[in-house]
């Protein structure tokens, strides 16, 4: 069985013995039912283990036994995915993939053509969700480094993410180059931008070619927005040697 990993603070996987309380214990005690004696990693999603054995269980909480601990070294390069906000619930299902995928950070970006808009507490919400959604993702697919994802991004900022890019890409189905075809670099940032269901505007094009990236494409097919970010995840990541 796959042992079950939850999240705890940093100075907590310090201790000998953590009792983990909370919402990680409840779920740990109520709702996977662990028992004395079995396995648990405990990570502070900044790449510190503690690998455990549970020794007593409550009625919402675990008492566990540090066996040992380690560092998970941060991937190289890093992988950068700028997602246009998608309408209904397929942002949150694009984090969750691109999470289970690897990448490093994910940007939530109001484009010109995003038929959701993420504007006063709607922004803040929807950046709270974006990150729980990444936090179990990242819990679920045993990842030690959980992904960052930052606030909204206006078009701007994504351009100066692009300029300060080893690798900046924007994918899109016109473009004559193909991703797969692309010579990443070993280090620093790639950085690839998803467009929304609407697509990106000829404007935001340029401005990004400006910037310094490179439109391509990624294969004959076009996928939908909540797809490609971990299409083009997956493909660099065996381009890179992360895979």
């Known amino acids: 069985?796959?042992?079950?990993?939850?999240?705890?603070?940093?100075?907590?996987?310090?201790?000998?013995?953590?009792?983990?309380?909370?919402?990680?214990?409840?779920?740990?005690?109520?709702?996977?039912?662990?028992?004395?004696?079995?396995?648990?990693?405990?990570?502070?999603?900044?790449?510190l283990v503690a690998e455990c054995v549970v020794?007593?269980?409550?009625?919402?909480?675990?008492?566990?036994?540090?066996?040992?601990?380690?560092?998970?070294?941060?991937?190289?390069?890093?992988?950068?995915?700028?997602?246009?906000?998608?309408?209904?619930?397929?942002?949150?299902?694009?984090?969750?993939?691109?999470?289970?995928?690897?990448?490093?950070?994910?940007?939530?970006?109001?484009a010109a053509r995003s038929v959701t808009r993420w504007k006063g507490e709607r922004a803040a919400k929807g950046a709270a969700r974006w990150r729980a959604t990444a936090r179990e993702a990242g819990k679920q697919s045993r990842r030690f480094r959980l992904p960052e994802v930052t606030d909204q991004a206006e078009t701007p900022e994504v351009a100066a993410l692009l300029a300060g890019a080893a690798l900046g890409v924007v994918l899109h189905e016109?473009?004559?180059?193909?991703?797969?075809?692309?010579?990443?670099?070993?280090?620093?940032?790639?950085?690839?931008?998803?467009?929304?269901?609407g697509g990106i505007t000829d404007e935001e094009i340029d401005g990004f070619r400006a910037a310094g990236a490179v439109p391509a494409v990624l294969g004959p097919t076009v996928l939908r927005t909540s797809t490609a970010g971990v299409v083009a995840a997956a493909l660099l990541s065996a381009r890179t040697g992360r895979w």
Do not use: C, N
């Open 1 to 47: 069985m796959t042992v079950p990993v939850f999240l705890a603070e940093t100075q907590r996987l310090a201790a000998d013995t953590i009792d983990l309380g909370g919402q990680e214990g409840r779920h740990a005690a109520t709702v996977r039912r662990l028992r004395v004696g079995e396995r648990v990693d405990l990570t502070d999603g900044l790449g």
């Open 174 to 197: 016109e473009a004559g180059v193909p991703l797969s075809g692309m010579s990443p670099p070993a280090k620093g940032d790639i950085v690839v931008v998803v467009g929304p269901e």
């Open 55 to 110: 020794t007593d269980v409550g009625k919402d909480a675990l008492r566990l036994a540090v066996r040992r601990r380690y560092e998970v070294p941060a991937a190289e390069p890093r992988l950068v995915v700028v997602q246009g906000l998608p309408k209904g619930d397929r942002g949150e299902l694009a984090v969750e993939m691109m999470t289970e995928a690897g990448v490093d950070v994910i940007v939530p970006w109001a």
